[in-house]
């Protein structure tokens, strides 16, 4: 893993040291703290025709007004308020304009001195620390010399200046857990499929324990027993075993009815005996990315010690081919009792989501349940990369969901439910088939077939497969997997569910 900075919090009247990153409005206007650098930076800004527009950068290097290396004025303006995910774009932009540097100073004074309020503060920081991230683990090749491989590190110390030192500090801490947490998901979905089978994932998941979490991992006997034969179905192709992990955290009042996530873990999809073609078949070691975010959110809400009760299950298999793999047309009888008419092997992920949404349901009794997974390409041709796809049955779960993705940068995009859908994944000769009705409708007819193993629980099915990854890399993220969901989720609780 490539090193992240070590990020402090100061009084704005420190003196910087090192690269000073200061904030610009609209029309290079600066605050009153920095009114001693404006004529200097008014008359660069003309030649560099810098208008202080979000994120463009002026960079000044050796200034004689001021006693640093470099001053760098990024610039704030926007035609709109700010969001989270505007802040998380600024750090992760000073992140990169400062790689190679041994320190450096951010002022988070701004033009009209409103000084930015410690949580956004907190928010920079942990943009920097996930512009930061890289999955390198297995690159051995060294670059030419030790100065060429200095300039690619994120600088070492960072001191951010704040009006509100202690403030910004315990803000920062739920923004480390939350960073935190959207990494690991990153890691788990970017490890290679050899290292990463359901043993091992199992393993990971159990490391939680050490934040507080209750781990509870299930392996084959124990899915046989519940009668899981849709997620063992999907398995079954397979020499790697099964595993269901159920997380528990209890930071709420006792009693209290937990919310839940639930994850398609499929740590390798060959689209089984309905094989993939072999383009870009290597990406769908991905295809796990749903469970990654319920790891990722489990460990965010524990290590931020949220007033909530949560849990997580992920469902953890292979979709192999051997002789024993799962073949279309066979018929598989859910832990619901409902029979499914297996169609096509390669629709395997809500064979996993079935069973996994059935037990939460059945033994937790959440106050609601959303599951993600990276489950259609259909959801690509629909959204593009840049919304998941947002089924549900309960509008307030729905509109929650929408506003938190429009806080966070993670957004979703809702898409209809309705009979005359349902009536397409009728079966032939089971209750339902796993496949709707050819090309149309894919992650609609998807989604319907989810909403059967839910009862009457609120309920939201997010899918995932545009977003989670491969797509496109923006400010705080440059990696191939980019953890979606965890801050849509944990912003979910934060504003909704979590105990006041």
């Known amino acids: 893993m490539a090193s992240l900075p070590d990020i402090r919090f100061a009084d704005l009247d420190r003196r910087p040291e090192g690269v000073l990153v200061i904030l610009a409005g609209k029309d290079v206007s600066l605050s009153k703290h920095h009114s001693g650098l404006r004529e200097f930076v008014e ?16 960079d000044l290097v050796s200034p004689s007004v001021i006693d640093v290396d470099r001053l760098l004025v990024i610039g704030t303006h926007l035609d709109r308020e700010p969001v989270e995910e505007d802040w998380l774009k600024l750090g992760g932009t000073i992140a990169a304009a400062t790689k190679g540097v041994e320190k450096v100073s951010v002022s988070t004074a701004v033009a009209g001195d409103r000084p930015i309020p410690p949580e956004q503060a907190a928010t920079i920081a942990a943009g920097m620390r996930l512009r930061a991230y890289e999955f390198d683990r297995y690159k051995t090749k060294k670059k030419e010399n030790d100065e060429e491989e200095a300039k690619d590190k994120p600088a070492s110390a960072v001191t951010i200046l704040v009006s509100d030192v202690f403030g910004a500090e315990k803000a920062f801490e739920a923004e480390r857990a939350l960073s935190d947490g959207t990494m690991l998901a990153r890691d788990l979905v970017n490890e290679p499929a050899n290292v990463l089978g359901p043993v091992e994932y199992a393993e990971r998941a159990e490391a939680l324990k050490h934040l507080g979490v209750e781990v509870e991992v299930l392996g084959q006997s124990e899915l046989e027993a519940l009668k899981m034969h849709a997620l063992l179905g999907v398995s079954q192709g397979s020499p ?23 994850g398609k873990g499929v740590v390798f999809d060959t689209g089984g005996i309905s094989i993939k073609p072999a383009g870009s078949m290597d990406e769908m070691k991905g295809d796990m990315g749903g469970s ?10 524990a290590a931020r010690k949220a007033k909530v009760n949560a849990i997580g299950i992920i469902g953890l298999v292979e979709n192999a081919v051997d ?55 259909a959801i690509v041709v629909a959204l593009g990369n840049h919304h998941a796809g947002l089924f549900s049955n309960n509008d307030e779960l729905a509109d929650r969901l929408f506003s938190a993705g429009t806080v966070s940068g993670e957004k979703v995009w809702r898409l209809p439910l309705a009979p005359e859908y349902d ?18 409708a894919g992650s609609i007819t998807a989604a319907q077939f989810l909403q059967r193993f ?29 953890g979606f969901g965890v801050r849509l989720l944990e912003r979910l609780v934060r504003d909704h569910y979590e105990a006041r």
């Open 323 to 377: 002789g024993n793999a799962q073949r279309p047309g066979d018929i598989v009888t859910s832990m619901s009792g409902t029979t499914i008419e297996v169609l096509n092997t390669d629709a395997e992920g809500r064979l996993v989501l079935a069973d996994a949404l059935w037990y939460c349901q059945d033994r937790f009794k959440p106050k609601f349940m959303v599951n993600l997974a990276t489950l259609t390409g």
């Open 292 to 301: 990654a975010a319920v790891v990722g959110v489990m460990h965010a809400l």
């Open 43 to 58: 008359k660069a800004a003309t030649s560099s025709r810098f208008k202080g527009k979000a994120l463009a950068k002026l």
């Open 454 to 482: 839910v009862n009457d629980v609120p309920w939201a099915h997010l899918d995932i497969a545009g977003t989670a990854m491969g797509s496109p890399s923006n400010a705080y993220n440059q990696s191939w997997a980019s």
């Open 423 to 440: 009536k397409m994944i009728e079966g032939k000769f089971a209750d339902i088939k796993n496949i709707g009705g050819g090309r149309a």
């Open 240 to 262: 790697r075993p099964p595993r269901l992990v159920v997380m528990r955290w209890n930071g709420g009042p006792e009693g209290e009815q937990p919310v839940a996530f639930v």
